[in-house]
Nanobody
Framework: QVQLVESGGGLVQSGGSLRLSCVAP?????????MGWDRQAPGKQRELVAT???????KYADSVKGRFTISRDNANNTMYLQMNGLKPEDTAVYYC???????????WGQGTQVTVSS
């Protein structure tokens, strides 16, 4: 049962930008204080991209620092991932998730495809 809904993926040229959105039910958004994005490229393991706490504290994978910005709008139960300076190696399916600190996320979205052409 899908609880989180992502949108905003697509095809973009190298150096371009995309903004992903993730909408969650209010009960999930307010209860699960850590939200984030993972991605999985073909033939590779899923990797954590970024997380944001309910207080706005953020963490990023080294590969996206300085290019991606994660944020959340608590009033509208929406989380965002602004992706700038996209590279072909950013091509992956991006999944949003919600959970508690130091635990495996409990809720996941269905994924949205991001493709960066060279």
């Amino acid at each position: 049962q899908v609880q989180l809904v992502e949108s905003g993926g697509g095809l973009v040229q190298s150096g371009g930008s995309l903004r992903l959105s993730c909408v969650a039910p209010e009960t999930i958004f307010s209860t699960y204080i850590i939200m984030g994005w993972d991605r999985q490229a073909p033939g590779k393991q899923r990797e954590l991209v970024a997380t944001v706490s309910i207080n706005g504290d953020t963490k990023y994978a080294d590969s996206v620092k300085g290019r991606f910005t994660i944020s959340r709008d608590n009033a509208n139960n929406t989380m965002y991932l602004q992706m700038n300076g996209l590279k072909p190696e950013d091509t992956a399916v991006y999944y949003c998730h919600a959970g508690l600190p130091y635990r495996i996320p409990e809720y996941w979205g269905q994924g949205t495809q991001v493709t960066v052409s060279s």
